[in-house]
């Protein structure tokens, strides 16, 4: 029998570390937004999640992370009978069971820390989500799923669900699915096709075709359909709440007709169904759906945010645990000088993505509790689009960045690291591409005139520093926020809404960056005070000389681009 030579080199693979203790940057930042008693009391359930996710719940990732794990569909049983049945496998139920044991979506809603819940509840999030195997997807949903039903429920159906979707209980807990996205699209739901009739006993039945379900297996969902005699676009869809099977567990006049095949986010079982006199009941009214789906919108575009950052520093954990058992040219790379620069830009981009991430989280959290005020409701409203949209794609880039940081191994399916990029790549895909979301924030600025909170906002965190060198990085953010907050007066005052929308995508990236930069000082500040430690200084230095995009002229660009787009020729 031939045997394996086990003789001359084999590398030693990356280890990830106890993720709460490892994880400076969190812990100081908790430090900073929480009173000193809130943080002694959260502290432990964070201490505990970050040592499982380094543990147990992450040998279960792994499990998870193989094609033989992955859903699959099973349409009939063995006599012929149409079932749709999706099988997921026992590791996925597992590590939902762990959200609930501990509190992963829970925590927002028992509000133990009054505002800082929900700070508190992402922070959870945050350390679950790069071990969860993407089972932070349906969390995400679930968490919107209980808000919205608060703002907009009726009492039946908040009794009913909001229990099951908040419990602690894994042999009682929900999740909930989101179903927006048609053949139509997924942005522009006003065009959505799906109907709802009323039958003759009251019960409202929905018929369509919904092509994008994700976390198909939840056992509740919210979707949206078209009132028979409702209005056209968004303004005459509704919002209906869904139960995905009935009381002996037959789906509920729904059929799954596939599974799709994803380039990431493979684990979580995402469908096409047809709704087939589906019963649901309205959430909200009958009418307004796309204004209604707000809430929900809000969350998942905050849990968006936070697992881009959570899956920044796994990239950046695993490639800084690496290097320190990689040897090339006769050193670990951790101790060569390119690769150090390397890892530093890669902590640079992901404190920039938790401090940004981690002030929306906790505004929104304010605004729950009731303790926000005007000025922090504006802009959180700008806020909520901008910080999905820089994080989306600073997580994409950094997943690149940690597969280059292990050579040919990042390449490899079975090294566990090509998941960083599949799955980070839905990030600026989910809950609104960067051009969907670049066009919100700018509706936010014409309807809530927020742009004069926001630059108060990066003033007050650049304000917050006395060290001369993070105030030359302050000075630096509030002048690119005020630069991108006057390259839009002009537009719209002299070239219109045209050119306003044309160069919206690099405003909103301007904003979102010089906020982060701002932040960044603050952070560092405390640091320097509390601490006697200048890396966060650093940090801060950094992220701006990388530079915070400007804006040009809208009138020459918006003709510039229109020619390359088109592939014509240009003008000298």
């Known amino acids: 029998m031939a045997t394996v030579d086990q003789t001359g080199f084999f590398q030693a693979p990356p280890r990830l570390r106890d993720e709460w203790e490892d994880d400076v940057a969190l812990q100081r930042l908790l430090e900073r937004v929480l009173p000193r008693d809130v943080l002694a009391e959260v502290t432990p359930s964070l201490a505990e999640m970050g ?87 349906p969390l995400a949903m679930t968490d919107g799923a209980a808000r919205t039903l608060l703002v ?33 699209g997924g942005s522009d739901v006003g065009i959505s096709e799906t109907t709802a009739t009323e039958d003759v006993g009251g019960q409202w039945r929905l018929h369509g075709t919904k092509w994008f379900t994700s976390a198909v297996s939840s056992e509740m969902a919210l979707t949206l359909a078209r009132p028979e005699g409702g209005g056209t676009g968004g303004r005459g869809l509704a919002m209906f709440y869904v139960e995905v099977r009935d009381d002996s567990g037959r789906l509920n006049d729904i059929r799954v007709l596939r599974l799709k095949d994803k380039l990431g986010t493979r684990q979580m079982p995402t469908a096409e169904l047809a709704l087939d006199g589906t019963r649901a009941w309205p959430v909200g009214g009958l009418g307004d759906g796309t204004r209604n789906i707000t809430p929900m919108l809000a969350i998942t575009r ?52 938790l401090q940004l991430t981690f002030r929306a989280v906790e505004l929104q959290g304010r605004e729950e509790a009731g303790a926000i005020t005007d000025a922090e409701r504006t802009v959180l409203r700008l806020l909520l689009p901008i910080q999905k949209l820089v994080t989306g794609r600073q997580a994409v880039a950094a997943a690149s960045e940690a597969l280059e940081a292990f050579g040919g191994a990042g390449y490899i399916e ?90 919206a995508r690099r405003w909103a990236m301007t904003l979102g960056r010089s906020l982060q930069a701002a932040l960044l000082a603050a952070q560092a500040q405390h640091d320097l005070d509390t601490h006697s430690d200048g890396a966060a200084r650093h940090v801060a230095q950094r992220f701006v000389a990388d530079g915070i995009d400007l804006l040009e002229d809208p009138g020459v660009m918006l003709a510039a681009d229109a020619a390359l787009a088109q592939g014509r020729p240009l003008q000298p």
Request: proline share 4%.
């Open 51 to 137: 040592h499982l996710a380094a543990t147990d719940l992450y040998e279960l990732h792994l499990q998870m992370d193989d094609r033989r794990n992955e859903p699959r569909l099973v349409q009939f049983d063995a006599w012929g009978n149409r079932v749709d049945d999706i099988v997921v496998s026992p590791i996925w139920d597992r590590i939902g069971d762990v959200a609930a044991e501990h509190g992963v979506v829970a925590t927002a809603y028992e509000r133990a820390h009054g505002p800082w819940s929900r700070v508190h509840q992402m922070a959870l999030a945050y350390l679950y989500g790069p071990s969860s195997g993407l089972y932070s997807c």
């Open 152 to 184: 907009h429920g009726d009492r039946a159906r908040i009794d009913r669900a909001l229990p099951r979707l908040m419990s602690r209980d894994p042999a009682t807990k929900w999740t909930s699915g989101q179903w927006m996205t048609e053949r139509t």
């Open 414 to 503: 079975d090294t566990h690291l090509p998941h960083l990029l599949r799955d980070a790549q839905v990030l600026p895909i989910w809950e609104g591409t960067t051009n969907v979301l670049s066009l919100d924030a700018l509706r936010a600025v014409q309807r809530d005139d927020a742009l004069q909170p926001f630059i108060e906002e990066v003033r007050r965190a650049a304000t917050a520093t006395t060290d001369a060198r993070l105030a030359s990085v302050g000075k630096m953010a509030v002048e690119a926020a005020e630069h991108a907050a006057a390259w839009m007066d002009v537009t719209l005052s002299t070239a219109g809404i045209d050119a306003a929308q044309h160069g």
């Open 302 to 353: 905050l849990w968006n945010a936070v697992t881009a950052a959570a899956g920044m520093r796994r990239g950046l954990a695993l490639a800084r645990d690496y290097a320190q058992r990689r040897v090339a040219f006769g050193l670990p790379i951790a101790d060569q000088p390119l690769h150090q620069a390397t890892l530093a830009g890669m902590r640079v981009q992901h404190e920039a993505a």
